[in-house]
Structures are given as C-alpha cells and as structure tokens.
Nanobody, 126 residues
C-alpha cells in the first residue's frame, strides 16, 4: 500500500509558475511509476506527466510539453510537478498517482495507476 499526499496548489495569474509536491509513503519496495493527473471543472480526468521509479524516463501530455516538468527526490520520497507559464486552461484539481512497476511501459500505462492522493486545486486567472 502506498499513501500519497499532494500540496502546493493555489490561485495564480496566467504566466505565473507553481510547483506541486507529492509526499510518498508506505510500502515503496520494488518501485512505482509516478504520475500527475488533473481534472478540469466539468471534465474527465486526464494525464499530465509521468516518471519512472528510477527517474530516467518521463512522458508529458502534449498540452503541457515545454511548460511542465516532473521530477523525483528519492532521499525525501517526494515527487514534484513544476508548472511554468500557466494558462487559464490549466485550472483543475491535480492528483498524484502511483502504478506498480519500474518500466517505461508501466509509466505509460495510464489506466494502471491504482494509488491516488486527495488532490490539490490549481486555479489560473486570466
């Protein structure tokens, strides 16, 4: 079992930056792919970015490429999402998630993420 707790959301203006954090705890032996998803108001949840347990590979949604960056701090069991040049369409509840496995395939298996945090709200005003 893995527990995930997000933080760092808030209200910002278009063009601003924000960094989301995800504290990972529990049984992390064997490794997990880690990801960020988001759910805009009135819309379905969508994938944003993911990273392998080793941190050597990442993947991003086209809508955030070049603006968002996912990273890990293994010494502190943290996963981050650095969001730059935020746009009003980035407004959403952002969720941290974990998927069993260490491979790139596991990282890209968006439907395989089974552990979820409670979410943190990001609101971008125009």
């Amino acid at each position: 079992q893995v527990q995930l707790v997000e933080s760092g959301g808030g209200l910002v203006q278009a063009g601003d930056s924000l960094r989301l954090s995800c504290a990972v705890s529990g049984n992390t032996f064997g490794g997990y792919a880690m990801a960020w998803f988001r759910q805009p108001p009135g819309q379905d949840r969508e994938s944003v970015a993911a990273i392998t347990w080793s941190g050597s590979s990442t993947v991003y949604a086209d809508s955030v490429k070049g603006r968002f960056s996912i990273s890990k701090d293994d010494s502190n069991n943290m996963v981050y999402l650095q969001m730059n040049n935020l746009k009003p369409e980035d407004t959403a509840v952002y969720y941290c998630a974990a998927n069993f496995g260490n491979s790139i395939r596991d990282m890209r298996n968006w439907s395989g993420y089974v552990f979820w945090g409670q979410g943190t709200q990001v609101t971008v005003s125009s």
